[in-house]
């Protein structure tokens, strides 16, 4: 997210240098006269940096309070709602090989509870698909497979839960730009047919009002399209490492069934 913001900081000062270079061949060109002279302190003005902050809040102003607003609502319920995603994620990685290693060991020294107990003490769906799978161990290793395989599904959804709101907010955020566009585009025809004239000032003052939340909504879209993905990733490999360590359970237990 920090290399989004550098890159749309940098397309913005290479935009606001190459303003400034044209600014100085106009300048150039122009005859030496008193005019020039007073425009002067107007150039050096001009080279003054303005704030990021100061800009984003400058262009949030432009593009409209009541659409933007809805805008960076999208963006907040997003980010918290990834955030949270990728902290359960992060909580739910467990090292399977080790635990593998502490069943198996523990069903030789105290057998199926020793086993339970220390899935129990583990965190994260392998332990619990692996406890799951121990409570049905008296009814045959079939019943084991079949329970560790259902609660591997239950496991999936768990680690899916709010995915489908962050998918909503990503096309949302984008079709509320468009729709400020839109509105923004009918405000300048409208402003356009008050002054009872084409001037280029009023349609670039509203198109450019129009476009502005465009930019926002889309600039949101990628943002939370960029974390979905990664916890998409992240949820595939867990979903790998589940199934993986699903199997070596069943051989565990297999083996420790036929002692």
Same mark, same amino acid.
């Given at each position: 997210?920090?290399?989004?913001?550098?890159?749309?900081?940098?397309?913005? @000062?290479?935009?606001?240098?190459?303003?400034? @270079?044209?600014?100085?061949?106009?300048?150039?060109?122009?005859?030496?006269?008193? /005019?020039?002279? $007073?425009?002067?302190?107007?150039?050096?003005?001009?080279? $003054? +940096?303005?704030?990021?902050?100061?800009?984003?809040?400058?262009?949030?102003?432009?593009?409209?309070?009541?659409?933007?607003?809805?805008?960076?609502?999208?963006?907040?319920?997003?980010?918290?709602?990834?955030?949270?995603?990728?902290?359960?994620?992060?909580?739910?990685?467990?090292?399977?090989?080790?635990?593998? +290693?502490?069943?198996?060991?523990?069903?030789?020294?105290? &057998? @199926?509870?020793?086993?339970? +107990?220390?899935?129990?003490?583990?965190?994260?769906?392998?332990?619990?698909?692996?406890?799951?799978?121990?409570?049905?161990?008296?009814? &045959?290793? $079939?019943?084991?497979?079949?329970?560790?395989?259902?609660?591997?599904?239950?496991?999936?959804?768990?680690?899916?839960? &709010?995915?489908?709101?962050?998918?909503?907010?990503?096309?949302?955020?984008?079709?509320?730009?468009?729709?400020?566009?839109?509105?923004?585009?009918?405000?300048?025809?409208?402003?356009?047919?008050?002054?009872?004239?084409?001037?280029?000032?009023?349609?670039?003052?509203?198109?450019?009002?129009?476009?502005?939340?465009?930019?926002?909504?889309?600039?949101?879209?990628?943002?939370?399209?960029?974390?979905?993905?990664?916890?998409?990733?992240?949820?595939? &490999?867990?979903?790998? +490492?589940?199934?993986?360590?699903?199997?070596?359970?069943?051989?565990?237990?297999?083996?420790? /069934?036929?002692?």
């Amino acid at each position: 997210m920090k290399k989004i913001f550098m890159f749309l900081a940098v397309m913005g @000062v290479m935009a606001f240098s190459a303003q400034n @270079v044209a600014a100085q061949d106009d300048a150039a060109e122009a005859p030496a006269t008193e /005019q020039v002279t $007073e425009a002067a302190p107007v150039l050096t003005d001009e080279v $003054e +940096e303005v704030p990021m902050h100061q800009a984003l809040k400058t262009k949030f102003i432009e593009g409209g309070a009541g659409f933007m607003a809805l805008v960076i609502i999208c963006l907040i319920l997003g980010l918290a709602l990834a955030i949270e995603r990728i902290l359960y994620l992060s909580l739910s990685k467990t090292n399977t090989k080790k635990l593998l +290693e502490k069943i198996e060991a523990a069903l030789a020294e105290g &057998g @199926v509870e020793a086993a339970k +107990e220390v899935c129990r003490n583990t965190r994260g769906p392998v332990a619990s698909i692996f406890y799951q799978g121990l409570l049905r161990m008296d009814q &045959g290793i $079939e019943t084991v497979e079949k329970t560790v395989v259902s609660y591997g599904s239950v496991q999936m959804s768990q680690m899916e839960n &709010g995915l489908s709101w962050i998918s909503l907010l990503i096309a949302i955020a984008p079709s509320l730009g468009f729709l400020g566009t839109v509105i923004g585009m009918i405000q300048a025809f409208d402003a356009i047919q008050i002054a009872g004239d084409m001037s280029p000032n009023v349609v670039a003052g509203g198109m450019k009002v129009a476009l502005i939340t465009t930019v926002g909504g889309l600039i949101v879209a990628v943002i939370l399209q960029l974390f979905y993905n990664y916890i998409l990733s992240q949820i595939d &490999g867990l979903t790998i +490492e589940m199934e993986d360590a699903s199997i070596s359970l069943i051989d565990v237990l297999v083996k420790y /069934q036929n002692k």
